[in-house]
């Protein structure tokens, strides 16, 4: 067998999508059961990296409660056509056609029972099967159009094709071979770009502050966080760097460096009418041990510690503590609030925000206004979903749009 990251690619194509990812996989071979010819190039040694390494392993290929509101856009209604043609149902069938065993896990959002390179073998079956021709080890060197259509020059020759398609991803997780390839190729074409940043990412700490929570660093508490007008009730994690865990991960797309976060540590009770209850009840209880029965002792210790060392909550009975002194405590849980020095960065966030203006596009076919036969899907695009399965929905979505057409 030849050896393929030397070996020309096909002279010309009918389409060729730039990208082998969940978008540019699920175009490729939607596009090859239309009959069309395929060819799918990309320059890493391995195809869909990111979902291999997705929900832990697990991948998070969908949420069964996708709505268009599970979407950050500067085009809030562009994402609703797509979404509609293309449902988590619709791609719950391709999972149950390759029996694949799936499961819920919280919230609408599916994983599968094993691995998630089940995900990715279903895409390369269907790939196959429609006869698309995929090449790793190929980088683009240049991109010219054509009267009808582009000549692509690549490491391993040019091609020439009707259709292209742009399905690069976005700039989060560069280890895994992130790039702005597609902001690039958008710039050529005169598109206009939205800022970029990343997004469901993990918030770094300023000094002193860290040098408290590190201590707390692997554990975790089930909380609500708000910020501009955005609340996200789930899980948060303490982290060496600051915080991170679902709810810090999904606020994290509405927060702008500067903003301040408020925490609610205990939002499934009132705390100032507990402690008021327990010290009724157990007048000689340390309000560390009344704490540690909601959090975990070294959460609780910390906590006050941060909040109140000036005032040794920590080692007071409960009756020595008025209700002015209960409602202080109740209140810094309920509304702890906190600025953030930074998020880690591109470096481990799951998606990017921003991106390729979504007015630049059409809804229905993902092609660009200004230039036939070109199209971007998936992350590349300004749509960002929420996390748990949102993500791939719309990459999933986006690119059967496009399949369509191209």
């Known amino acids: 067998m030849p050896d393929q990251s030397i070996t020309p690619i096909q002279k010309h194509t009918d389409v060729l999508i730039i990208g082998a990812g969940a978008a540019g996989l699920m175009c490729a071979f939607r596009a090859g059961q239309r ?28 949420n069964i409660n996708c709505e268009p509101d599970n979407f950050l856009s ?14 988590p149902y619709d791609f719950i069938e391709l999972v149950n056609k390759h029996d694949i065993p799936y499961h819920e896990k919280s919230l ?22 429609a006869d698309v021709n995929i090449r790793t080890h190929c980088s683009i060197e240049k991109i010219t159009p054509l009267e009808k259509g582009f000549k692509v020059e690549t490491t391993l020759g040019a091609t020439s094709c009707e259709s292209l398609v742009i399905a690069t991803g976005g700039l989060s997780i ?8 597609a902001y690039q190729i958008a710039k050529q074409f005169d598109l206009d770009i939205l800022p970029t940043r990343a997004g469901l990412v993990p918030f770094t700490l300023n000094q002193p502050i860290l040098d408290i929570l590190s201590q707390l660093s692997g554990s975790s508490l089930e ?3 708000t910020c501009n007008a955005m609340s996200f009730n789930e899980s948060m994690l303490f982290t060496h760097r600051g915080l991170s865990g679902p709810a810090i991960l999904q606020i994290s797309s509405y927060w702008q460096q500067g903003d301040e976060i408020m ?9 100032y009418e507990y402690l008021v209850e327990k010290r009724s009840q157990r007048s000689k209880a340390e309000l560390k041990t009344l704490l540690t029965e909601l959090m975990t002792k070294n959460i609780a210790q910390t906590l006050i510690q941060l909040w109140f060392a000036d005032k040794e909550y920590n080692n007071r009975q409960i009756n020595q503590l008025s209700n002015l002194q209960l409602e202080e ?3 810094q849980f309920h509304t702890w609030k906190l600025k953030p020095n930074n998020t ?16 630049e596009l059409s809804s229905k076919t993902m092609q660009a206004n200004k230039k036939d036969g070109l199209y971007f899907i998936g992350e590349a695009i300004d749509v960002t979903g929420h996390l748990g399965g949102f993500n791939f929905q719309w990459a999933w979505a986006s690119a059967a749009a496009a399949a369509e057409y191209v």
């Open 174 to 181: 560069p280890k895994m071979g992130a790039t702005g390839f």
């Open 223 to 225: 909380i609500t966080v």
């Open 35 to 62: 009959g069309r010819k395929v060819l799918v190039l990309d320059h890493a040694n391995k195809v869909g990296k990111k979902i291999l390494m997705s929900g832990g392993g697990r991948c998070n290929f969908t």
């Open 74 to 87: 500067n085009n809030k209604n562009f994402c609703k056509s797509a979404l509609s043609r293309f449902t």
């Open 344 to 359: 880690e960065g591109y470096r481990t966030a799951e998606v990017t925000l921003g991106g390729i203006n979504c007015n």
């Open 108 to 129: 609408g959002q599916l994983f599968c029972d094993h691995k998630s390179k089940d995900i990715l073998e279903m895409l390369l079956k269907e790939c196959s099967q």
């Open 329 to 331: 405590i109740a209140n």
């Open 263 to 271: 925490i609610n540590l205990l939002p499934n009770i009132d705390l």
